[in-house]
Structure formats: structure tokens, C-alpha cells
């Protein structure tokens, strides 16, 4: 049974540019979170998405958005990276929301210079 | 103020050895689950806890989920260097639905 899948695994990107990506649950699974990790913050709530519609918003600016398409499959975007937004971006899928468990992808590392 | 406090955040110990980590919090969860993490890895799910009280044991691993369920340890007997791991507790609180609050993590090394 594949596991969540986190494309692309690393990315260095340039200050003000965007970023897209990408996060294939399990199957069946339909329920996609996303997380940021740095060593400060430790592992911070992103956003949730369930059935194509966003169900949770964490504390961050307007620059982090998502969407989760038909198949289940999410994409996060950031616009107008900044330093301070390099982290290990992590996914969680689970077959619903509040479910009690969920499996994680290995993360994109995203290193903005 | 971190809402799940989480200690002691750095630990190392000798093979052989027993430790306990402890996750506490002012808010109660509906749930409280424990992952452990490898670098360059996503956290991997060890148990969830769901009643105050509820002890739950994976071979080494015993995990404990407080009577107010507002907090939970994870006892690790005879610690074996395959242990080597960041240990992350996570908490669901009913007002925030399916949002995990995780704790800052205890890096475990256990030496041989």
C-alpha cells in the first residue's frame, strides 16, 4: 500500500519568487493536512482540506494557500517567498477529518535564499 | 506560550536504560497521539489515546493519557539505540476539530 507522496522532496527557491506543492494521500484516504516544521516553531497547522473544501486555516498570512482536487490529491502554494519560510512543509492524510491518526508523507524541504 | 508543553526537550541515554517523556497542557483533547520522527523523515504514528486514564503499551513503549486528559507520557523501557528519534506528542482539542496542536518534541539519542 503506497504511502502519502510529497513532491517535489527539496527546492531552493529565491526571495520573492512562488512555490507549488504537491501531496498524494493514500488511497482512500480523503482528508489532506499541511504542516510547516522549522527548528524555532516546531510543527505548525497549516491548513485542512476534506472533500475538495477547506475545513481548517492555520495562523498564517494570506501567502500560503491550498486546494484539493477531485481525486484527493492537494497542491499548497506560497507567493512571495520570504526567508523565514524555509521549513520542511509536511502533509497528513487520514480517511476523515478528526480522525484519530494520521499518516505522514517524508515532507518538501523548501530553502529560500 | 506553547500550548502542549513538551520535556525534557533534549535527552540521551545509555542503551538498557528506562526514561519517560511528558506532554502537559492547561486545555483538555479529545485525543492525544505520540509520533516519532527520523531526519529528513515525516512523523510516523506510534498510538493514540482517547480516554482519560488509558494506558496503552507497544512492546517497550508505554503511553498514558491523564484521568482530566489534559496530559500524557510515553515510559520507554530498556532503551535500545533503534530508539534514536524525535519524539512529538500531538493533541485534537474538540473546539478545533481536526487540527493537530503539537508539542515542541524530545530528541532522544540512546547510545550503545
Known amino acids: 500500500k503506497a504511502g502519502v507522496t510529497q513532491t517535489p522532496r527539496y527546492l531552493i527557491k529565491t526571495r520573492g519568487q512562488q512555490v507549488t506543492l504537491s501531496c498524494s494521500p493514500i488511497s482512500g484516504h480523503r482528508s489532506v493536512s499541511w504542516y510547516q516544521q522549522t527548528p524555532g516553531q516546531g510543527l505548525q497547522f497549516l491548513f485542512e482540506?476534506?472533500?475538495?473544501?477547506?475545513?481548517n486555516k492555520g495562523n498564517f498570512p494570506g501567502r500560503f494557500s491550498g486546494r484539493q482536487f477531485s481525486n484527493s490529491r492537494s497542491e499548497m502554494n506560497v507567493s512571495t517567498l520570504e526567508l523565514g519560510d524555509s521549513a520542511l512543509y509536511l502533509c497528513?492524510?487520514?480517511?476523515?477529518?478528526?480522525?484519530?491518526?494520521?499518516?505522514f508523507g517524508s515532507g518538501t524541504r523548501l530553502t529560500v535564499v | 506560550t506553547q500550548l502542549l508543553e513538551q520535556s525534557p526537550q533534549f535527552l540521551s541515554i545509555q542503551e538498557g536504560e528506562n526514561l519517560t517523556v511528558y506532554c502537559n497542557s492547561s486545555s483538555v483533547f479529545s485525543s492525544l497521539q505520540w509520533y516519532r520522527q527520523e531526519p529528513g523523515e515525516g512523523p510516523v504514528l506510534l498510538v493514540t489515546v482517547v480516554t482519560g486514564g488509558e494506558v496503552k503499551k507497544l512492546k517497550r513503549l508505554t503511553f498514558q493519557f491523564g484521568d482530566a486528559r489534559k496530559d500524557s507520557s510515553l515510559h520507554i523501557t530498556a532503551a535500545q539505540p533503534g530508539d534514536t528519534g524525535l519524539y512529538l506528542c500531538a493533541g485534537l482539542r474538540e473546539t478545533s476539530g481536526s487540527r493537530l496542536t503539537f508539542g515542541e518534541g524530545t530528541q532522544l539519542t540512546v547510545n550503545p
Open positions: 482540506y476534506f472533500s475538495e473544501t477547506q475545513r
Open positions: 497528513a492524510s487520514s480517511r476523515t477529518p478528526d480522525n484519530y491518526g494520521y499518516t
